[in-house]
Nanobody
Framework: QVQLVESGGGLVQAGGSLRLSCAASGSIFKINAMGWYHQAPGKQRELVASITTGGSTNYADSVKGRFTISRDNAKNTVYLQMNSLKPEDTAVYYC??????????????WGQGIQVTVSS
């Protein structure tokens, strides 16, 4: 089993900041990439930011310059620092981790989702 536990969401006014955390645990041999997705009501889940264990990052254009993704490989934890938040950032945010299990199988696990609400 590979489990993800998310924390750090909440309610904030436009222009404010939040920091999301996601810790992975279980039968993990190697993590290839970690990322954050969000899903607004009535919309599909979309990639927000991703990071490899080597530190390469990728951001959606809508969050570039405002959000920063980082990781602690030793702790199997990924973070998303969200600054200058906008109402359109309101969504449920899901952590995602892809890698290989101890028995050699590829996996992709999702967090439970955490609500981020940005008021006008």
């Amino acid at each position: 089993q590979v489990q993800l536990v998310e924390s750090g969401g909440g309610l904030v006014q436009a222009g404010g900041s939040l920091r999301l955390s996601c810790a992975a645990s279980g039968s993990i041999f190697k993590i290839n990439a970690m990322g954050w997705y969000h899903q607004a009501p009535g919309k599909q889940r979309e990639l927000v930011a991703s990071i490899t264990t080597g530190g390469s990052t990728n951001y959606a254009d809508s969050v570039k310059g405002r959000f920063t993704i980082s990781r602690d490989n030793a702790k199997n934890t990924v973070y998303l620092q969200m600054n200058s938040l906008k109402p359109e950032d309101t969504a449920v945010y899901y952590c995602n981790v892809a890698g290989t299990t101890d028995w050699g199988a590829s996996f992709r696990s999702w967090g439970q989702g955490i609500q981020v609400t940005v008021s006008s």
